[in-house]
């Protein structure tokens, strides 16, 4: 593994690699910025590591530099966005703020956005709705090869689509932040553990004929293996629902054999934002002391013996943000690589700018 690294020197790298690479300043403040929080917030699989998927994507022209999200329909509720598979940190920010505006004067927005590059962690856009003040709720497929596998089904047919759901802190409780691959696990954790030798645990993988199996490198062998979802049943029928809410009816472009692209990742979304403001009765506290009830209530249960206790979605990621400034940030070896092999073939001095 390498590392760890200061945050600053990991920013600083991915911000030179995008700007050589065609990106503005400000887009690559944004994307390296996005990236080095990912990890930051225990999140690897949408990280640093993806530098070397986006450089990809731009050698076979996937992925457009320097595009913002061009609003397509906006007829409140109702606001659709496309983003011309510009980088999806950039679009899905852009777009997430546009929602926020029509969420703030209407109540409500309904947000379509179609065709944007990854766009990472969807809990960053959470984030953005929690620190406005409002309630969001986020869809979204995966446009790429694809990865997990139907429950009951042999062969991957669907991508990780992830859900988040974000609600803004309350007088007693931080921020709830769920953000969650309907996969049993994350692809790049598949990646990692077949770099080092390592088997998964039992229950997440698939072999290509269909047999269950331990060897991460199914995932990376033709044929592949698969995925499965999380819960059986229940995991694939929110996987399959963000296939059909964000892929087919916001985007237009299920994750379909015909819109595959050897080296393209499109993510596309569904969400909703809410005010809550307009929904709760202000009596007696509103939906803030209810929810702190709630979650007073929930952390108050005993721990199972030897466990630290009942932990509310969004406590992870704040804790891992906190332990990531204070120890810094430690990359496998196939990110430390990409790094160097990207950066130096744009003529940066990678070693520098990690500080090694």
């Known amino acids: 593994m390498g590392g760890p690294y200061a945050a600053d020197r990991l920013v600083a790298l991915l911000d030179a690699i995008l ?43 996937h992925l457009q530099p320097n595009r913002h999200a061009r609003v397509v329909r906006d007829e409140a509720p109702f606001l659709v966005v496309d983003g011309e598979v510009g980088y999806g940190q950039v679009i899905a920010r852009e777009a997430t703020d546009l929602a926020i505006a029509r969420a703030k004067a209407g109540g409500a927005c309904v947000l379509a956005l179609r065709n944007a590059h990854h766009i990472g962690r969807v809990g960053a856009y959470g984030e953005q709705c929690i620190a406005a003040g409002l309630i969001g709720v986020f869809f979204v497929n995966v446009v790429s ?57 039992d229950g997440l993988l698939i072999d290509e004929r269909g047999a269950p199996t331990r060897d991460p490198g199914v995932m990376f062998r033709d044929p592949t293996g698969a995925i499965l979802p999380f819960g059986g049943h229940k995991g694939y029928g929110l996987a399959l629902a963000c296939e059909i809410l964000a892929g087919a009816l916001a985007g237009g472009l299920p994750a379909l054999p015909e819109n595959l692209r050897p080296g393209r990742v499109v993510n596309n979304v569904l969400a909703f934002l809410i005010d809550p403001a307009r929904v709760s009765d202000a009596g007696s506290g509103g939906w803030q002391a209810l929810t702190d009830a709630v ?10 013996p030897g466990g630290d206790g009942v932990l509310v979605p969004g406590g992870p990621e704040r804790r891992s943000r906190v332990l990531a400034a204070e120890r810094g940030i430690t990359l496998d070896p196939d990110t430390v690589r990409a790094l160097h092999g990207i950066g130096g073939a744009l003529g940066l001095d990678v070693p520098a700018f990690l500080g090694a």
């Open 145 to 201: 090869r694809p990865l997990a596998a139907p429950h009951g089904g042999g062969r991957p047919r669907l991508g990780t689509n992830p859900i988040c759901i974000a609600v803004p802190a309350t007088p007693g409780h931080p921020p709830f932040l769920l953000d969650f691959a309907t996969s049993a696990v994350a692809a790049n954790k598949c990646r990692v553990a077949a770099a080092s030798g390592k088997e998964v645990a």
């Open 19 to 61: 700007q050589r690479s065609g990106s503005s300043p400000e887009e690559a403040a944004i994307v390296a910025a996005n990236l080095v929080d990912s990890d930051a917030t225990g999140h690897a699989s949408h990280g640093v590591c993806q530098i070397a998927v986006y450089a990809k994507s731009l050698e076979l022209g």
């Open 295 to 304: 979650l007073d209530h929930i952390q108050d249960t005993p721990p199972v």
